[in-house]
């Protein structure tokens, strides 16, 4: 195993981790103090500290031939490009990070209220992308650009990680994902906290994705999808629980697109408090078109074997509390129990609500 240790990165280029030598080669302890010098030097060494590193704009702090080990404060400039500020990847890592150490994105520069509709272009945050059994601990992220944190992996670890744009409420922040995750198998997010101003997590495709113990506030809720028109369309084996959802503007959230192709299979949410959410309780929808729900659902995309344990909580007034809309036939085996939420208003527009849920 190799560990990464990331002490105060202010801002980014591009992180990489990646695959670790022999277990039994002997550690070496490099220190570095620019991008470019990591990025030559890092292949020599298993135990790599970066320290007060300011990566120049549009550029990559690219540690993907890394072995061990990052810490110390990055910074990097400003340019309209698509990113990632940081990458990761690589086999068998432990990334951590020190103590009262923040990694700033810097995304006020960015930030225009148009996310990635238009305005300025705007770098993707982080990548964790080809990466494997590995962990990543203890991050904590301030003011992304864009979308947080994106992932395609496998057997991998986010435990503890902080993503922080809450001044993008008042400054423009749009689209700041939390957690985007696609093509991934084994994923297990443990203890995070989101503020933002979109999905806190976006499951668009994978399985034996696990969220738990998780608080998300200012955004747009837990979310499946929207799953359909990407080269992977299949979600299954998703376990969330035991998570909370301020202020938010749904909570728990399962999207499908129209006439579309795809799978939805063995979903649990279990054990979601809610408080402050806007628009929906809980919004299970088969009718996206562009990103947008029209009301007219499709049955291309079978969400099946949906459990809702424990949804409890309240919504503002002139939220919904739950809204289904499904193709006919297509939203099959749910099990919901001890679904309790207060305020706001009943839907009368579900639609093909299956046995075992109810609007
Ligand atoms: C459903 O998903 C859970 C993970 O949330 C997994 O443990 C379980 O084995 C899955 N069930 C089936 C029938 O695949």
């Known amino acids: ?33 620019s991008a470019s010098a990591a990025k030559e ?16 704009a549009g550029e990559t702090l690219d540690l993907a031939k890394a072995a061990d080990g990052a810490s ?37 520069r960015w930030w225009d209220g148009k996310g990635t509709n238009g305005g300025k272009k705007k ?16 991050l904590q992220i301030k003011n992304t650009p864009v979308q947080a944190i994106s992932v395609m992996a496998t057997n991998v670890h986010l435990t503890d990680l902080t993503i922080n744009n809450k001044e993008g409420d008042s400054k423009g922040g749009h689209n700041t994902d939390g957690f985007d995750i696609s093509e991934s198998n084994g994923v297990y997010i ?16 994978g399985e034996n994705i696990h969220f738990t113990g998780g608080y998300c506030s200012g955004g747009h809720g837990l979310s499946i999808g929207s799953v359909g028109g990407r080269s992977d369309n299949t979600v299954s084996n998703i376990h969330i629980e035991d ?10 959230r399962i999207k499908t697109v129209y006439k579309k192709t795809g799978d939805v299979d063995n979903i649990t949410y279990s054990n979601i408090k809610l408080s402050g959410i806007s628009s929906y309780g809980v919004v299970i ?11 007219y659902p499709s049955n291309t995309i079978p969400i099946k074997d949906v459990t809702l344990d424990r949804i409890t909580g309240s919504v503002d007034d002139d939220a919904t509390r739950i809204y289904i809309i499904c193709g006919d036939g297509s939203c099959s085996d ?15 527009k579900c639609e093909h609500v299956p046995s075992g849920a109810s609007c």
């Open 72 to 108: 110390g404060t990055t910074t990097f400039g400003y340019e309209e490009w698509d990113g990632p500020l940081i990458r990761l990847g690589g086999k068998g890592l432990t990334i951590t990070q020190v103590d009262g150490a923040l990694i700033n994105g810097g995304g006020e």
């Open 334 to 348: 749910w099990t919901w129990k001890d679904v309790e939420i207060s305020g706001g208003k009943k839907s009368d």
């Open 285 to 295: 929808e088969q009718d996206y078109e562009n990103s947008s729900p029209t009301g």
């Open 190 to 205: 443990t203890g995070a906290t989101v503020y933002n101003q979109d999905d806190c997590l976006a499951i668009n495709s």
């Open 1 to 33: 195993m190799h560990s990464f240790q990331l002490l105060g990165l202010a801002a980014f280029g591009s992180l990489v981790a990646a695959a670790p030598t022999s277990e039994l080669v002997k550690k070496s302890s490099c220190t570095f103090t």
């Open 41 to 56: 030097g890092i292949s020599k060494c298993s135990d790599i500290i970066l320290k007060d590193i300011e990566v120049p």
């Open 123 to 138: 770098p993707k945050f982080m990548y964790v992308h080809d990466i494997e059994d590995s962990t990543i601990k203890g």
């Open 243 to 252: 998570s909370q959802i301020v202020d938010s503007a749904n909570g728990v």
